[in-house]
């Protein structure tokens, strides 16, 4: 963020402030009048809290603020420091307490008012803040406050931008732009921008956008915000020119040349998004040759052999990121991809290991309680640890299609191997919840399967058909199609069968009493 050195955390403006009371000190505390017992008494606890202040006994140095106070309510001087205490004691209320009965009694101090406002939005009192931030705008300031009265002006911007009031907060950046706060035009325009396409409100975030780069053409990064917006509007064309001009500038730049394949894809371009996406593999393999620490490079390029079936390549690149120093988020995703890419090409002890590990880093993690739980009930294998795993993923997505298909599927393979048909039911249940949820082929099959086992034969046919239909709508479901086709002409045998032994019944029993 361009803004970065001038405005400061909310911990930083408020030491400083503090700092600036603590030279409140050097005045002539002692009048040329004579002070009263109550007042050197005052002025005594004063002394000795301002002593422990120095020294950083925060708690120390506010029990003799406080006593001070109790004798003198009205000195600001020990308001200011009491404040300060309290704060570096984290007892924010209390420093917010101290601050409003000094804005009350001076109130056209700047440096109060903004101080109050921070604190109000440390705490989260936002309507509170706004108006302390508002107010302070209208007092008197001196040079040495400028810095801060930006500070109050961004913060009181992200605030009504957070609120939804997007203008309003436009409306701040722009009197720092007027107020000289901010030197250069086109990074103004270039936050506003952001904040709006922060919101998706598009064609505001384009227009400012636009400025930004009418101001500073060397700004480039503001093309790739204009490519987006461009995008986003479905205006293709000039999405095309927009990011084809920044990559004449910089055409190393794969997240442009990312960008830019999608647009071609929208557009059905199928011979240019090819050319993007080779030409992004090729900028990514050269980067990782270098020694890239970029996990987001080996994640995309991994993502580009996957889509072009080169799953050893895919599996290389993973296995060389994990050389990287990774934070742990970063980590669990590796194990987790490989996982998903050591099952694609079937070395399914890899992808049990990967996926051990995963669950390591991460117990709850839900996606890989359900693949590891479904592994093992596809493979009737740990089936107690199979339901356990998958109802573990369940509690994080209760609602989830797959997790209960899963589950479902799970009772089914445990009814088998129990031979227990409340089991069977358990597993109808599960499913006929999932098929509500998420209308897949394979879970209309799974139902039918259990309804082939408890002999409801009918039944199991009509969903087996319906599982048939939507296989067809499917690319590269041929397996799954020739599976379930077996499946349907072998239940139509049956009941077919079934049918004709009962005419024959019947027959035989009409002879019989005719005879």
């Given at each position: 963020m361009f803004f970065t050195k001038i405005f400061i955390l909310i911990a930083s403006t408020v030491i400083l402030f503090c700092l600036g009371f603590l030279g409140c000190c050097n005045f002539n505390i002692r009048q040329n009048s004579p002070l009263s017992e109550k007042q050197e008494e005052a002025f005594s606890y004063f002394s000795t809290g301002y002593f422990f202040l120095l020294e950083r006994n925060w708690e120390i140095a506010a029990d003799n603020f406080e006593k001070a106070n109790e004798l003198d309510p009205t000195s600001e001087r020990i308001m200011k420091h009491l404040a300060t205490c309290y704060f570096q004691l984290g007892e924010n209320e209390k420093a917010i307490s101290s601050l409003e009965k000094l804005a009350k009694q001076i109130p056209q101090e700047f440096n109060i008012h903004y101080t109050l406002a921070t604190l109000y939005e440390g705490v989260g009192r936002i309507k509170d803040a706004i108006s302390e931030y508002e107010y302070a705008r209208t007092c008197k300031i001196n040079?040495?406050?400028?810095?801060?009265?930006?500070?109050?002006?961004?913060r009181l911007a992200n605030i009504y931008i957070d609120q939804g009031l997007i203008e309003k907060g436009a409306e701040c950046y722009q009197i720092m732009f007027e107020m000289h706060l901010i030197a250069q035009p086109a990074k103004f325009h270039y936050e506003i921008g952001l904040k709006y396409f922060e919101k998706n409100i598009v064609d505001r975030a384009l227009e400012h956008f636009l400025k930004a780069?009418?101001?500073?053409p060397k700004l480039n990064f503001t093309s790739f915000y204009i490519t987006l917006c461009y995008e986003a509007l479905n205006d293709y064309d000039n999405a095309v020119k927009e990011a084809n001009n920044f990559l004449l500038k910089e055409p190393d730049n794969w997240a442009m040349r990312l960008t830019l394949s999608e647009i071609y894809e929208k557009l059905g371009k199928e011979s240019e998004t090819a050319k993007e996406i080779e030409k992004i593999k090729?900028?990514?393999e050269n980067s990782i040759d270098m020694g890239s620490k970029n996990p987001r490079e080996y994640f995309l390029l991994c993502q580009i052999y996957r889509s072009q079936h080169k799953i050893d390549d895919a599996i290389n690149t993973i296995e060389n990121m994990r050389l990287l120093p990774l934070e742990e988020e970063a980590e669990k995703e590796v194990h987790f991809l490989l996982a998903n890419l050591y099952y694609e090409c079937q070395k399914y002890d890899k992808a049990e290991e990967e996926l051990r590990l995963t669950l390591r880093i991460d117990p709850d993690f839900h996606e890989a309680n359900n693949?590891?739980?479904y592994y093992f009930a596809e493979n009737n294998r740990n089936?107690?640890?199979?339901?356990?795993?998958?109802?573990?993923?369940?509690?994080?997505?209760?609602?989830?299609?797959?997790?209960?298909?899963?589950?479902?599927?799970?009772?089914?393979?445990?009814?088998?191997?129990?031979?227990r048909d409340d089991y069977l039911f358990m597993a109808l249940q599960k499913l006929e919840e999932a098929v509500k949820i998420l209308e897949e082929p394979d879970i209309y099959e799974h139902i039918g399967d259990v309804n082939y086992s408890l002999g409801n034969w009918s039944n199991a046919l009509d969903v087996w058909e319906k599982a048939k239909v939507l296989y067809e709508k499917i690319p590269d479901c041929g397996r799954q199609l020739e599976n379930i086709t077996k499946k349907i002409e072998k239940i139509k045998r049956l009941i077919?069968?079934?049918k004709n032994s009962t005419k024959i019944i019947v027959h035989q029993r009409e002879k019989s009493i005719a005879l």
């Open positions: 040079k040495l406050d400028y810095v801060f009265l930006a500070d109050a002006l961004y780069k009418k101001y500073d090729e900028i990514l693949f590891l739980g089936i107690d640890e199979a339901i356990t795993l998958i109802k573990r993923a369940l509690k994080s997505q209760p609602k989830n299609g797959a997790y209960l298909d899963s589950l479902g599927w799970a009772y089914y393979k445990k009814a088998q191997i129990e031979e077919s069968f079934e």
